[in-house]
Structure formats: C-alpha cells, structure tokens
C-alpha cells in the first residue's frame, strides 16, 4: 500500500538558519514522535527506529535512512527510510522531501512530501488512506512543535522520542476534522 501525504509549517527562522537546522539528523530525530537515532556520523546514512503503538500492540521498526538530495541553494532535502518491523509484522518505506521557502514575516515555509509504503501485516493498520493522512498530519503538526521548541529553548518537550500512540494521534485528528468542520454532515 502506497499513500503520498503534503503537509507544511512555519518556522520563525530565516530559510538559511532552517536550512543548516535540518542538517543536524540527531537534532531532527529528538523533534520526530517515537524516533530514535542510534547511528550517524554526520554524512548521508544514519541507522534509527520508530516506536508506535496501535491499542494494546507495540510496533518498532528498525532500519536505515539516507539523504537522497541535499540542494543548499533551493533549500530542498530528500531522505529515504526504510526498517521492517522488528517482529516480522511488516515493512516501511518513506521518502521524505522538504522544500524551504520564505514566508512574509521573514520565518520559513517548510513544504513537505511523504510517500509511504507499506507491506505485510502493518499495511492493514492503513487500509483507509484518509486515516493515515489525518495520521501523517498529526506527526507532521508534533515534529513542527517539537521543532519550534527547539528553536526557541534549545530543548524538546520530555517524551519526544517516545513511542507515539497511533490511536492517540487517530483521535486527535479526528477531534481536529469535527473542530474544523469537515466531520460534520450538513
């Protein structure tokens, strides 16, 4: 199962200082809900997991990353992850791509794409692609506020690395569709 996610943020630094954040792996990895970074060397590769649980089940996936695109005078960076699961219960990939841009305050845009693929057991959990867009949007929204709170303190609220609860994000994005309107009929 392919799904193809667009999400964006805003950030109050300048595209430059963005720019150089997003090239720290081991800043970003603390920014990303359930992410752990266990190898990098400062290059291209780096090895890490994502911890999720789904109800009662705990899912890790364990695998590696590299950066496919780094192209410092558009501001655009695209990265592959791939891990299987690591009781055998499936396989991930994503490739990631974030454009920067200026925004009208002098902060930055950060347009990003996800493509996911899933296969094996795992690809049940995302048979509606609606639910894991309102899912993508969550992670999206968390590793943005994570990531301005890393601008403005120097630190990631407690608990950013840990597990995220895919039934927890599933029932805030669905509280964030009825506040927006978009879950109730008319």
Same mark, same amino acid.
Request: aromatic share 6%; net charge positive; proline share 4%.
């Given at each position: 199962?392919?799904?193809?996610? =667009? =999400? ?12 150089? +954040?997003?090239?720290?792996? #081991? ?15 400062? !290059?291209?590769?780096? &090895? !890490? ?10 899912? &890790? ?9 780094? #192209?410092? #005078? ?6 592959? *992850? ?5 009781? *055998?219960?499936?396989r991930a990939q994503a490739d990631f791509t974030f454009e920067l841009s200026e925004d009208a305050g002098g902060g930055t845009l950060v347009a990003s794409t996800t493509e996911v693929t899933l296969v094996g057991a795992v690809a049940q959990y995302g048979r509606g692609a609606g639910m894991i867009q309102a899912l993508a949007d969550e992670l ?5 506020? =994570? +990531? ?18 895919? /039934?927890?994000?599933?029932?805030? /994005? ?6 927006? *309107?978009? *879950?109730?009929?008319?």
């Open positions: 199962m392919a799904i193809v996610c =667009n =999400n964006s943020f805003r950030l109050t630094l300048p595209p430059p200082d963005t720019w150089a +954040l997003l090239q720290q792996l #081991d800043l970003m990895a603390t920014c990303f809900p359930g992410g752990t970074l266990s190898e990098w060397d400062g !290059g291209d590769s780096f &090895v !890490g997991e994502v911890a999720t649980r789904l109800g009662p089940m705990s899912m &890790v996936f364990r695998g590696k990353g590299r950066i496919l695109e780094r #192209d410092a #005078d558009t501001y655009r960076m695209r990265v592959r *992850g791939e891990g299987a699961e690591r009781r *055998g219960r499936g999206t929204l968390q590793f943005a506020s =994570n +990531l301005a709170r890393l601008i403005e303190t120097g630190e990631v609220e407690a608990g950013g690395g840990k597990s995220l609860s895919v /039934a927890r994000l599933a029932g805030r /994005a669905v509280m964030g569709r009825f506040r927006r *309107g978009e *879950g109730v009929s008319k």
